[in-house]
């Protein structure tokens, strides 16, 4: 047990759906990271938040969208699910802002849309 | 635009043999490396890291290499152990930045 939490583990869904993952970091760290990993590619950085506040934005989509709560947990929303948005997504946390140091992933979450 | 690259998809060793993973980066202002191992229905799980005015770092069984010049670095398992076999991502990160750049990894198969 790694001490990130991802739920739920897997979820299938129909396209133009809508739905959240939940993130819980890792006690006492403040960061928290979203990955998504479709087939054969690597860990694509989605967004990151930091004691509540948005940190840094990658590749994602304007139909995707995240926050993190005052309890530090973290919920990624995706919307108008599209076939393109099955992957697997990862959380991931940190103590520190930057990254040099890595960071503790979650087990991860399967979207399937069908 | 893929800023670290593993070309190799997979990587078969026998049992007791030296595996070497390979890493490719494109940005010179990368500063630490890291590697990380991810077993099936499981996250990714930090390995070993290197600073970049290192060449080397050693940590049991695992070491990993690294050539700036050649913008490359390699990760040694040596002895390879079934128990081994994993995916294995590069990643890479800028001081200062918020994310890591992962590679696409590649699978090591260790062959009892």
């Known amino acids: 047990d790694s001490g990130v939490t991802q739920t739920p583990k897997h979820l299938i869904t129909a396209t133009g759906q809508r739905v959240t993952l939940r993130c819980s970091p890792r006690?006492?760290?403040?960061?928290v990271y979203w990955y998504q990993q479709s087939l054969d590619q690597g860990l694509q950085f989605l967004i990151q938040y930091y004691n509540g506040e948005e940190r840094a934005k990658g590749n994602i989509l304007e139909r995707f969208s995240a926050q993190q709560f005052p309890d530090l947990h973290s919920e990624l929303n995706l919307s108008s699910l599209e076939l393109g948005d099955s992957a697997l997504y990862f959380c991931a946390s940190s103590a520190r802002q930057a990254t040099n140091y890595g960071y503790t992933f979650g087990s991860g979450t399967r979207l399937t849309v069908v | 635009d893929q800023q670290v690259k593993q070309n190799s998809p997979s990587l078969s060793v026998q049992e007791g043999r030296i595996s070497i993973l390979n890493c490719d980066y494109t940005?010179?202002?990368?500063?630490?490396f890291l590697w990380y191992k991810k077993y099936p229905a499981e996250g990714p799980t930090f390995l070993i890291s290197?600073?970049?005015?290192?060449d080397k770092n050693e940590d049991g069984r695992f070491t990993v290499f690294l050539n700036k010049s050649a913008k490359h670095l390699s990760l040694h398992i040596v002895p390879s152990q079934p128990g081994d076999s994993a995916v294995y991502f590069c990643?890479?990160?800028?001081?200062?930045?918020?994310?890591?750049?992962f590679g696409t990894g590649t699978r090591l198969t260790v062959i009892p």
């Open positions: 990643a890479a990160s800028l001081t200062g930045a918020n994310n890591l750049f």
């Open positions: 006690s006492g760290d403040l960061s």
């Open positions: 940005n010179s202002m990368f500063d630490y």
């Open positions: 290197i600073s970049s005015i290192k």
